[in-house]
């Protein structure tokens, strides 16, 4: 058994529950230990010195100190422990200062340790009533020689010198033991501090950055909300409408007209509202692929399919050149990429203008470029592009909406599938963007 352990053994659970308890029950045990150690060797000096009373006092107080420490196992007031350790320490000095000699004795300057001992293990405020106490008992002495009154020498005079010699070194070192604990006790109580203000200074960043992503989060629902609720309402208006107009048309072609326009309204509403929901499983991380062997080309061309009629309502052409070239990789997002990039193509393109599509590859790379005839893009809202809920100075040209989440769930996809994707600014007006995959 350790010392640390021997002291927790005097220590009642309860300490345990509240740290500076424990650390000021722990210091009082150290003290009455080491202290009890220390009057256990002024034994054998009082017998040296055929000193009867000292004996008597420092069995006293070896036993006193131990009991002292063994009342921690109880729920005794640790004020009231600690006060009954000066207590019996200051009994002793006042008794053996008293038989040998008073102000004389070479006891009298450990008068000065019982005030040290109460702020020690006590508190404060005790050890100022400690030291009012032991100033009274030191000028007490001093009016009793000024009164000429012969104190008891109980030691042998004839070793006095040997006696000055072993007893007053002795109060350096009880002081300085004690303060030792004191600091070591201290010590660790500051690194301890230290530590736990290190942890709440982490925690408090990471309280901070959980904070940040929470109001994110918080300003991204609110924006989807206002999205829907904006973008949904015209589509849902003319679905209205319309649907009321189609009632009283009798006409065969132009009720296939009016269906026709129903569903175009519905499909730009049904994809606003997986664009929403795409955007979200990304956020939860819920994404799953299955790689297989595609065509670059089969797959933008199966995009072109969906994209062809909101294209030839504004005579816009569509393009593909390049060759083909071989990935693996998940075929429901990437034919999602380019929906989305061709898309947003032929909404920024003015009438009559081409979106063009051109595929390159090399050994280990296929790139697809995706260029309109639109206004572009604004050299500094390039920075913008792909994040998430971005509204730039270019608008649609035939009144399409734009919810601001096309290009970032483009940049997720591309780079959950193991690609990049990037703007190109050229030379001709309009806008150009790559995506790069590696080839299979």
């Known amino acids: 058994m350790n010392f640390a352990s021997l002291v927790d053994f005097f220590i009642h659970p309860s300490y345990h529950e509240d740290e500076l308890s424990l650390r000021k029950a722990r210091l009082f045990v150290r003290a009455t230990l080491l202290t009890s150690l220390f009057s256990n060797s002024y034994i054998w000096f009082s017998v040296l010195f055929e ?210 326009m129903i569903e175009k309204v519905s499909a730009q509403a049904q994809g606003l509202v997986n664009n929403v929901l795409d955007m979200a499983t990304m956020e939860q991380g819920a994404i799953r692929l299955k790689a297989e062997m595609l065509s670059v080309k089969t797959v933008v061309n199966q995009a072109l399919d969906l994209l062809r009629e909101p294209a030839k309502q504004k005579n816009i052409n569509l393009f593909v050149h390049g060759v083909d070239a071989m990935v693996n990789t998940d075929q429901t997002y990437l034919q999602l990429i380019f929906e989305n990039l061709v898309s947003n193509a032929v909404k920024f393109t003015p009438q009559g203008k081409n979106v063009t599509i051109n595929i390159s590859a090399d050994q280990d790379k296929v790139r697809v470029k995706i260029m309109d005839e639109g206004p572009g893009v604004l050299p500094e809202e390039e920075n913008q592009l792909f994040e998430k809920f971005a509204k730039l100075s270019a608008r649609p040209t035939g009144e399409e909406s734009s919810s601001g989440l096309g290009l970032s769930l483009v940049k997720r996809y591309v780079e959950e599938i193991g690609g990049k994707v990037w703007f190109e600014r050229g030379d001709a007006k309009g806008a150009t963007f790559v995506v790069e995959l590696p080839t299979a």
């Open 51 to 260: 000193f009867q009373l000292g004996i008597y006092l420092m069995i006293f107080n070896v036993l006193g100190f131990v009991l002292l420490a063994l009342l921690v196992r109880t729920r005794t007031p640790i004020l009231l422990i600690t006060n009954l350790y000066v207590l019996v320490g200051a009994v002793a000095v006042v008794a053996l200062t008293y038989y040998s000699g008073g102000i004389w004795s070479a006891i009298y300057p450990w008068i000065i340790s019982i005030p040290v001992l109460a702020l020690l293990v006590v508190n404060r405020n005790f050890g100022i009533a400690w030291g009012i106490l032991s100033f009274l008992v030191m000028v007490w002495f001093g009016w009793l020689e000024i009164q000429g009154e012969q104190l008891p020498l109980q030691y042998n005079t004839d070793m006095k010198a040997e006696w000055f010699v072993s007893v007053l070194p002795g109060l350096l070192l009880i002081i300085l033991v004690i303060s030792v604990v004191f600091e070591s006790t201290q010590t660790n109580a500051l690194k301890s501090l230290q530590k736990q203000n290190q942890q709440l200074a982490e925690q408090k960043e990471t309280i901070s950055d959980q904070s940040k992503r929470l109001e994110k989060l918080i300003d991204d629902k609110d924006h989807i909300i206002r999205i829907l609720a904006h973008d949904l309402k015209n589509p849902l208006a003319n679905i209205t409408t319309i649907s009321n107009i189609l009632k009283e048309e009798k006409e065969l072609d132009q009720q296939r007209k009016f269906i026709a």
